[in-house]
């Protein structure tokens, strides 16, 4: 049966864990340098709608180091550009792919995708969920701290795509979450509701607020992202002063606790949502998370390419 990850409620716990401890495993072989060709003679596709720097090298190089082969392509570039469906894309697809990474717009595209294909599609990012950023930030904050259960992270800023997957992330493996975002710009209250039901079973918390200094207090973990995500340039123009006071500088710092780790998905605009001082300074992780993103990717493609292909695409 073959399976997606579309965002990390596809993913138990245990699962979670599994994937950052074999990730950690990964990234040591690299350091040894003791690469096996765990995925040799699989091909992954990446399909963007959207730029990317990290999840599109991150992936390419995951699958190089597995011994495997990737292919980029651009919605822009393919006939799905000129019409043809994505229900016979992904039939098409399947009978040469082993798996398929989709950065897009709507949640509903990668629904579709995963509907028609009979190959594991993987969310690389939509308006909605960024699952395989949240994988390698729970993978650096494991790393930096020893465990996650317990910790309190306060996210501040846009309640989007990376927001959302934090809220899935965090409330799974029983760490505390607060949000701090201008009103207008919360989080998806379904998403709100589901991530405080998981929460409970795993004995934490799920905070909203529109108050930035409150939420970062007692805080083991900052978190921030850009204002403007992709694709919102227009609706957002001239609407970033009202996120002046969630921006991460050294005096909301001070309000944390002394150890508190600063995190960003990237790409970052300094000075914005985080300044060069922070971005730079000696609570920062930022690039570790980035660096991560690589070594959890090898686990996530382990983990949902490795059975055998189907015999033929999906009728
Ligand atoms: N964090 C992240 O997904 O970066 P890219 O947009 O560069 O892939
Ligand atoms: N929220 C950002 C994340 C980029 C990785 C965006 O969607 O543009």
Partial sequence: MKRDLLSLKNL?????????????????????EMLHPRLKGKTLGLLFEKTSTRTRVSFEVAMAQLGGHSIFLSTYDIQIQRGETIKDTARVLSSYLDGLVIRTFAQSVVEEWALHASIPIINGLTDLHHPCQILSDLMTIREKRGN???????YLGDGNNVAHSLLEGASKVGMNITLACPKGYQPKEEIVKAARTDAAKHGSRVEITSDPRAAVKKA????????????QELQKSGMTEMFRPYQINESLLKLADPQALVMHCLPAHRGEEITEAVMEGPRSVIFEQ??????????????????????????
């Fill in 290 to 315: 980035a660096e991560n993103r690589l070594h959890v990717q090898k686990a996530l493609l382990e983990m949902f390419l490795k059975s055998p292909k189907k015999p033929s695409a999906k009728k």
């Fill in 12 to 32: 138990t716990l245990e699962e979670v864990e599994i994937l950052i401890l074999r990730a950690q495993d990964m990234k040591e072989e690299v350091k040894k």
């Fill in 148 to 154: 996650l259960k317990g910790l309190n992270l306060a």
């Fill in 220 to 231: 083991d973990i900052l978190y921030t992202d850009v204002w403007v995500s992709m694709g």
